[in-house]
């Protein structure tokens, strides 16, 4: 009985490690092993390939921000950009005082290229008084030269939190003047809320987007609002000011859910969204998204929020133009999933790359 055990023993043992010899062998790693985290698929079907070296159209980034270091720096990005068919970035700052004169200095090297973006100056927004002086600062930065505001953001915590401290939110009566003088100087604003449902969702193995989810979770402590809520304060905002034009950027982080912000694009015109860092989020629901951005043609505008390295912008490129499946890009590698071209049509796609943004986030 025991001679017989020990053979069955020795028989699945060598099973076993012949089973996982050629992994071994190789110096790699026994899949049971493998960290999410350095999980790199490759697809390995035979299937069309495209790679764009420029866009279709001129290209206009609704999105970016201060990655320009010198202004040998500033000169590099221009070149990249004429070498891929990027007509103009906007630098979503979110700087006022020293910092924003700096920016619009160093950015208005190249003004065919570049126009810069300011913050809201939340200094004393917890004292009485607050909003006369943040007012008075925008029109300064916009005399000096920002053309819009942003990227305001509120994860939860509100505008201006600190470490410390919780904000205010966008829809916060604080903020009724300051948005209303935007509106006055035709300066549109850039506002990040919340983040996609992922990060809300348990930290376990039912979440599909848990590589990129853990990164970016939002805890649900006392005082921070979860996603809908947040969402809601925008929309409150939008309501309360008609004139005021709001992009919410990364699609007010509804990847998971756009028929959210479907409706609240139906109701209120003076709200648009860019699609900013959400590539790898839209491209696994391709024909989804793409009759999504067909039923709202002249409200989504292209952006990046990414360092802006020639192949990050071809990446982007494929996934709105090509008809490509089943593919793992390096730049968009947040979650685990593979990407699908959204084989934009092409009036759908000059207006997302250049129509809106000339309309929207560029007014004369």
């Known amino acids: ?20 010899w050629p992994l071994f062998a190789h110096g790699q790693t026994a899949p049971d092993s493998i960290l999410l985290k350095d999980y790199r698929p490759r697809s390995i079907y ?20 201060d990655y320009a270091r010198t202004e040998a720096d500033v000169e590099r990005w221009a070149r990249t950009m004429e070498s891929v068919g990027l007509e103009k970035t906007i630098i979503l700052s979110g700087a006022t005082g020293a910092k924003l004169d700096a920016l619009v200095a160093k950015y208005g090297k190249r003004p065919d290229r570049f126009t810069v973006w300011c913050g809201i100056d939340y200094s004393g927004m917890d004292q009485p008084g607050y909003g006369p002086a943040a007012v008075a600062e925008l029109e300064r930065c916009f005399k000096a030269g920002a053309t819009g505001v942003g990227e305001l953001s509120d994860k939860g915590r509100g505008l201006g939190a600190t470490t410390n401290r919780l904000g205010m939110h966008v829809d916060d009566p604080r903020m009724d003047a300051i948005l209303e003088k ?17 990060m809300y969702e348990p930290m376990d193995t039912s979440n599909d987007g848990l590589m990129n989810a853990w990164t970016w979770r939002v805890t649900n402590a006392p005082g921070i609002l979860q996603h809908d809520a947040v969402v809601d304060t925008l929309e409150r905002a939008v309501q309360k000011h008609p004139r005021t034009t709001f992009i919410a950027c990364h699609l007010a982080n509804c990847c998971s859910d756009l028929n959210r912000l479907g409706a609240m694009l139906d109701k209120y015109s003076n709200l648009n969204a860019d699609i900013g860092a959400r590539y790898s989020e839209l491209s696994p629901i391709p024909r989804f998204v793409s009759a999504f951005f067909a039923r709202y043609p002249g409200r989504i505008l292209y952006g990046t929020d990414m360092t802006p390295d020639p192949g990050m912008y071809r990446e982007t490129f494929r996934i709105l133009e090509t008809a490509d499946e089943h593919f793992y890009l390096a730049y968009f590698r947040n979650y685990h999933w593979p990407l699908y071209g959204l084989d934009l049509p092409e009036l759908v796609l000059k207006n997302i790359y250049r129509e809106n943004a000339l309309r929207i986030a560029l007014p004369k």
């Open 1 to 20: 009985m025991i001679q017989h055990f020990h053979h069955r023993l020795t028989a699945l043992v060598t099973v076993a490690l012949f089973n996982t």
């Open 46 to 65: 035979k299937i069309p390939e495209t790679r764009p070296e420029q866009a279709r159209v001129p290209v206009i980034d609704c999105h970016s921000h």
């Open 182 to 198: 935007c509106a006055d100087l035709r300066m549109p604003v850039n506002i990040h809320v919340a983040e996609d449902k992922w």
